[in-house]
T-cell receptor, first 112, second 115 residues
């Protein structure tokens, strides 16, 4: 089975801090995605990547950036954390959209 | 751009009741459709998916969904729910002939089952 591992389950950061959320997948998938999940809003796409060093903006990229230096790793960066970025962050990977996505367990980030 | 609507935000049922969760999408072209489930404290899992062929798709745990192209719908059904079906359910669509292939999710439906 594909495994998508997010480095932290819970994080608490202060406003203004730079925050790194790490995601690693072990099945050589080319496609990787970052979503945030908020009650009543479902999953909203932040950024995605189809290949190493490639990135595409999703629906809500403001305040975020990403890095994909290696195929298996896709990092989400909050340049200057704000309280409205308190959320559950989900990483996913896929071989192809035909197969759907495999999700990580999520990182619950609280910005105080 | 494609979008997905789940009109039921919270559904409460008793055990053994039948379930139908609505999902409508907006996109005029060819789509792949998915239902994901998130049990309390767990990660999102794929429940079932539709790519082509038979519009009635069967998934895990007795769930099924029917793709009705004329109605742009992909409703999820289960004839008899169990307490263990308590979870949040997300419908998702991928427009496979759009310029950027990505899956768009609905806002989710929380299902609560009374024992």
């Amino acid at each position: 089975d594909v495994k998508v591992t997010q480095s932290s389950r819970y994080l608490v950061k202060r406003t203004g801090e730079k925050v790194f959320l790490e995601c690693v997948q072990d099945m050589d998938h080319e496609n990787m995605f970052w979503y945030r999940q908020d009650p009543g809003l479902g999953l909203r796409l932040i950024y995605f990547s189809y290949d190493v060093k490639m990135k595409e903006k999703g629906d809500i990229p403001e305040g975020y950036s990403v890095s994909r230096e290696k195929k298996e790793r896709f990092s989400l960066i909050l340049e200057s954390a704000s309280t409205n970025q308190t959320s559950m962050y989900l990483c996913a990977s896929s071989l192809s959209h035909y197969y759907g996505y495999t999700f990580g367990s999520g990182t619950r980030l609280t910005v105080v | 751009a494609q979008s997905v609507s789940q009109h039921n935000h919270h559904v409460i049922l008793s055990e053994a009741a039948s379930l139908e969760l609505g999902c409508n999408y907006s996109y005029g072209g060819t789509v792949n459709l998915f239902w994901y489930v998130q049990y309390p404290g767990q990660h999102l899992q794929l429940l079932l998916k539709y790519f082509s062929g038979d519009p009635l798709v069967k998934g895990i745990k007795g769930f099924e969904a029917e793709f009705i192209k004329s109605k742009f719908s992909f409703n999820l059904r289960k004839p008899s729910v169990q307490w263990s079906d308590t979870a949040e359910y997300f419908c998702a669509v991928n427009a496979i002939d759009s310029s950027a292939s990505k899956i768009i999710f609905g806002s989710g439906t929380r299902l609560s089952i009374r024992p």
